[in-house]
């Protein structure tokens, strides 16, 4: 592809996160398998509790955590169909079916996990069951919890990387970042967090007092945090799928890179639109710089344009002329 004249960069090259997408998609990839590998490792376990113990709470604990695992089938799917080249009919390329199949996960979490939950946990007050073997239970929970705390890990670190380039906060990076994969991952392992301690706590209960109705409300307890998780999840890869725009940094950013260029002397019009996980569509009406003829222009605005689509953030970019009355964008 086209590289900037004089430095051999890409026109976008300082643009905050234009020269992650290879090196975000390979620690995303080890994101999910990390947390792949440890809740099928919590699942079984929990399910053998379970059975041990007879609880409730660690019941939905079993139920969440294979719900977890599943959904890391569907963000692998994510993480492979999303960087799939662009083709004659997705000259975008598909960055898009990252949403679609985290959407499908969030939507398993919120049947498997959450209704699951809730639905035992009603049950058992309705008709409660004793528990026994309760140090089983607690020795479970407490592997289950390193094990989470080993992925929730990863995905923090990979989170606080990507925050620091575009200079936010860790909390506003996982819900902001275009990446479904890397939210996913940090809200499910920060929500299978606080599930283990309702759990513990409802076993604890359970224990002293005899009664399975903490225990129960507890399951109850975890299926409405894991009902709160999918919702946000199934709502964020929505907001993605319709078209949303790229964080105003990102732009400001892009809009002073482009003004930036000699060629360029106005740009009045500039969109950019998140097309996939750290990837951008570029559409922008610009004045070049000269007097050239029609045919010249059109070649210069090309070359601009392969300028700009030389950045692995890029997926396309389209320019057209600005009209004269036109006033520019301000940086």
Do not use: C
């Not at 964080?247 to 097309?275: F, G, H, M």
């Not at 610009?286 to 210069?300: C, F, I, K, N, P």
């Amino acid at each position: 592809m086209a590289e900037r004249e004089g430095d051999g960069r890409h026109l976008l090259a300082d643009v905050p996160g234009s020269g992650a997408g290879g090196e975000g998609r390979g620690e995303s990839l080890t994101t999910v398998l990390v947390a792949f590998g440890a809740n099928v490792l919590i699942a079984i376990a929990k399910s053998v509790a379970a059975l041990a113990t007879g609880s409730a709470s660690i019941l939905a604990e079993a139920a969440h955590s294979w719900a977890d695992a599943g959904n890391e089938v569907f963000l692998l799917i994510a993480n492979r169909q999303a960087h799939k080249p662009a083709d004659e009919l997705h000259p975008l390329g598909h960055g898009r079916e990252a949403y679609v199949w985290s959407l499908f996960a969030a939507l398993g979490l919120f049947v498997a996990g959450a209704a699951v939950s809730i639905t035992h946990g009603v049950q058992e007050l309705i008709t409660p069951e004793p528990a026994g073997h309760f140090v089983i239970g607690y020795v479970v929970l407490a592997v289950s919890f390193v094990l989470e705390g080993i992925s929730f890990a990863q995905s923090t670190r990979q989170a606080k990387g990507e925050a620091a380039t575009l200079d936010r906060d860790l909390i506003e990076h996982v819900l902001a970042t275009s990446d479904p994969t890397l939210r996913a991952v940090f809200v499910e392992d920060a929500a299978a967090l606080g599930g283990l301690v309702i759990a513990a706590a409802g076993l604890f209960a359970h224990q002293v007092t005899g009664s399975a109705i903490p225990d129960a409300v507890g399951s109850i307890l975890v299926g409405l945090l894991l009902a709160w998780v999918a919702l946000l999840l199934i709502n964020r890869n929505r907001r993605f799928l319709v078209g949303q725009e790229a964080d105003p940094k990102v732009r400001q950013a892009a809009l002073q890179a482009i003004l930036a260029a000699p060629e360029v002397a106005r740009v009045t019009y500039l969109r950019l639109e998140i097309v996939g996980p750290r990837m951008i569509s570029v559409i922008g009406d610009v004045d070049l710089t000269g007097d050239d003829t029609e045919s010249h222009v059109a070649v210069r605005l090309r070359a601009l344009e392969a300028k700009i689509s030389a950045s692995p953030a890029v997926a396309g970019a389209i320019l057209s002329l600005s009209a004269p009355d036109e006033p520019t964008l301000s940086v």
